[in-house]
């Protein structure tokens, strides 16, 4: 009986340490349930990071915004966030602009829905192999919600995005993520 006890403590504290994603099917394994734009792409079962699927937007003309997005809360007092996200990009067009490419954005929001700020967390142009992106972004104080998007911005050619994931960070968390320069 003690060593159940002491192995429940042991796996209790393992799961409270443990992460989680505020988004739901960030891997794309439920189809695309809880994303919004599913009529923007698609799901490839072929060119995945892992498990099942990935999530692919195509364009070959007329280099109209594509994406996918969703919203979630924060819980209260969220000082950071972190969001990791895989992307792999195909002959996607370089356009004169830098923000026309594949890119993942996070945009915090009020409780009303209005936007406070964004931030790119990833952005890609050409034909690349699956790259991790990852970011670590401080959270207004007035944010109560983030808008993650996975988009394909006013270009043409295909973008692939997988395990998206956004977790929470403490303030001494992020501090370790981003040391100031002096």
């Known amino acids: ?54 999530a692919l937007i195509n364009q070959f003309t007329g280099a109209e915004w594509r994406a996918f997005d969703q919203t979630v809360p924060l819980a209260r007092n969220t000082y950071a966030i972190e969001c990791n996200a895989w992307m792999k990009v195909e002959g996607v067009e370089n356009q004169k602009e830098d923000y026309k490419a594949a890119i993942v954005i996070v945009e915090f929001l009020t409780s009303a829905d209005k936007s406070i700020s964004s931030e790119t967390i990833a952005r890609a142009k050409g034909t690349t192999n699956w790259i991790n992106y990852k970011k670590a972004v401080k959270v207004p104080t007035e944010a109560k919600k983030i808008k993650v998007m996975l988009a394909l911005a006013q270009t043409n050619g295909t973008v692939f995005f997988d395990d998206i994931k956004i977790t929470t960070l403490s303030e001494e968390e992020f501090s370790k993520l981003t040391p100031e320069t002096k």
Do not use: C, V
């Open 1 to 54: 009986m003690k060593h159940f006890f002491l192995f429940s403590l042991l796996l209790t504290s393992l799961l409270i340490d443990a992460q989680t994603n505020l988004l739901k099917n960030g891997g794309f394994e439920y189809d695309l349930t809880n994303w919004n734009g599913q009529e923007n792409g698609a799901l490839s079962p072929y060119d995945r990071k892992s498990g099942k699927n990935s």
